[in-house]
T-cell receptor, first 112, second 115 residues
């Protein structure tokens, strides 16, 4: 059974701080990793994808991947109240057309 | 790019009726689309994988005769909830996988309320 684990939170950070979201996965053959943001009552929105070990930066977001440790993380710098949402980690085996395996999500709350 | 639409966004129906939800990829072709269901404060649950021109693959525990999926073209998949009951009330979300890529893009979701 392939699993993706996330701390459900809530993770509370003050405005301007760095929020760190973590995710582990069970299947070593996983090749593609994604972070989605889901606001309450809305559908998930893709914010980052990462395929290689190391860091990938996009604006205030940095995804980090360590395949040896089966660990992927998302850092949000200069957190804003608008970042308050549930963040979903997802992985797949790298083949187009296969379903993503989602974690249950981490709820982030950024206080002003 | 990579826009997915769903219609309707919200539907209220009486118990026993059938409801059809459409999922369209607007600016790309998708040989594969996915249907999810999400109950309040719970995680996404994959219901089925919809493949253009072939039968859908259903996840364990999802009744294929109750949740009919048709993927008639590379830009449209439909989910029909047949003989809906109050326990089917949920947020139904589709996602599409652009042909030749791995990333999935989600539609805005359809909120179903069965009275």
């Amino acid at each position: 059974q392939k699993e993706v684990e996330q701390n459900s939170g809530p993770l509370s950070v003050p405005e301007g701080a760095i929020a760190s979201l973590n995710c582990t996965y069970s299947d070593r053959v996983s090749q593609s990793f994604f972070w989605y943001r889901q606001y309450s009552g809305k559908s998930p929105e893709l914010i980052m994808s990462i395929y290689s070990n190391g860091d990938k930066e996009d604006g205030r977001f940095t995804a980090q991947l360590n395949k040896a440790s089966q660990y992927v993380s998302l850092l949000i710098r200069d957190s804003q109240p608008s970042d308050s949402a549930t963040y979903l980690c997802a992985v797949n085996d790298g083949q187009a057309g296969t379903a993503l395996i989602f974690g249950k999500g981490t709820t982030l709350s950024v206080s002003s | 790019g990579a826009v997915v639409s769903q219609h309707p966004s919200r539907v209220i129906c009486k118990s026993g009726t059938s409801v059809k939800i459409e999922c369209r990829s607007l600016d790309f072709q998708a040989t594969t689309m996915f249907w999810y269901r999400q109950f309040p404060k719970q995680s996404l649950m994959l219901m089925a994988t919809s493949n253009e021109g072939s039968k859908a693959t259903y996840e364990q525990g999802v009744e294929k005769d109750k949740f009919l999926i048709n993927h008639a073209s590379l830009t449209l998949s439909t989910l029909t909830v047949t003989s809906a009951h109050p326990e089917d009330s949920s947020f139904y979300i589709c996602s599409a996988d652009p042909t030749g890529r791995e990333t999935q893009y989600f539609g805005p979701g359809t909120r179903l309320l069965v009275l």
